[in-house]
C-alpha cells in the first residue's frame, strides 16, 4: 500500500518568496506522483503530475516539482509567491493499476502575505 | 465543457433521514469515485468504480452506498446519514490504462447531519 506525508499542514511566505512544499511518499511500486490545488470553496484542480521519463515536472501557474526517487521525495516549487497562489496543496500517489487510485497526503494551507 | 457535476452543492439534514448525492461526468470516464474531505485528514476515498455494475469500497466506506447503472453517473447514497457523516465530498473520474493517471473532480458538496 502506498502512502504520502507532506510536511507541514500550513506553510506561510511573503509574495515574491520562494514556496516549497514538502511530499514525501511511500509505495512498494514505481509511482505515480500528482501535486493538485484547492482554492476556496471550490474542488481540487491538477498542478501537475509525474508519470515517466523526465523527473522535473512542469506544472500550471509557474509551479513545478521533482521526483527523487532516493528520497521518496516529490516537493512543490515555485520561485515567487503570488497573493492568488493561496490555496490548499495535496500531494497524492497511485499506482500503475490501471486506474488511476489515488491516495491524498492531508494536505498543505499555503498563506501569502503581501 | 467537460466536466464532473454533483448535485446538491449544500445540504443540511437530520440524522437518519436518507439522501442521495449524484455526480455525472460526461468525458465517457470509465473511473469514478468518492472522496471525502475532513480538515486535517486531507481526502479519503469512500467507495469507486471501475465501470458500470462494477463498485469496490475504499478506505472508508462504513455507512455509505453506491450504485453505477450508468457509465456517466455514480451517486453517493446514505441510509441512515450520523452526525460523523459531516463532511465536505468530492466525486472524480478517470479514464483507465495507460493514460489513467489523472482524475477530474467535481466541485464538491458540503453535507452537514443535525
Known amino acids: 500500500a502506498q502512502s504520502v506525508t507532506q510536511l507541514g499542514s500550513h506553510v506561510s511566505v511573503s509574495e515574491g518568496a520562494l514556496v516549497l512544499l514538502r511530499c514525501n511518499y511511500s509505495?512498494?511500486?514505481?509511482?505515480?506522483l500528482f501535486w493538485y490545488v484547492q482554492y476556496p470553496n471550490q474542488g481540487l484542480q491538477l498542478l501537475l503530475k509525474?508519470?515517466?521519463?523526465?523527473?522535473l515536472v512542469k506544472g500550471i501557474n509557474g509551479f513545478e516539482a521533482e521526483f527523487k526517487k532516493s528520497e521518496t521525495s516529490f516537493h512543490l516549487t515555485k520561485p515567487s509567491a503570488h497573493m492568488s497562489d493561496a490555496a490548499e496543496y495535496f500531494c497524492?500517489?497511485?499506482?500503475?493499476?490501471?486506474?488511476?487510485?489515488?491516495?491524498f497526503g492531508k494536505g498543505t494551507m499555503l498563506l501569502v502575505s503581501p | 465543457e467537460a466536466q464532473v457535476t454533483q448535485n446538491p452543492r449544500y445540504l443540511i439534514t437530520v440524522t437518519g433521514k436518507k439522501l442521495t448525492v449524484t455526480c455525472s461526468q460526461n468525458?465517457?470516464?470509465?473511473?469514478m469515485s468518492w472522496y471525502r474531505q475532513d480538515p486535517g485528514l486531507g481526502l479519503r476515498q469512500i467507495y469507486y468504480?471501475?465501470?458500470?455494475?462494477?463498485?469496490d469500497k475504499g478506505d472508508v466506506p462504513e455507512g455509505y452506498k453506491v450504485s453505477r447503472k450508468e457509465k456517466r453517473n455514480f451517486p453517493l447514497i446514505l441510509e441512515s446519514p450520523s452526525p460523523n457523516q459531516t463532511s465536505l465530498y468530492f466525486c472524480?473520474?478517470?479514464?483507465?490504462?495507460?493514460?489513467?493517471?489523472?482524475?477530474?473532480f467535481g466541485p464538491g458538496t458540503r453535507l452537514t447531519v443535525t
Open positions: 509505495s512498494s511500486v514505481p509511482p505515480y
Open positions: 497524492a500517489v497511485s499506482v500503475d493499476s490501471g486506474y488511476s487510485t489515488l491516495t
Open positions: 468504480s471501475m465501470n458500470v455494475e462494477v463498485t
Open positions: 472524480a473520474s478517470s479514464l483507465t490504462g495507460t493514460d489513467s493517471y489523472e482524475q477530474y
Open positions: 509525474y508519470t515517466t521519463g523526465a523527473t
Open positions: 468525458m465517457n470516464h470509465e473511473y
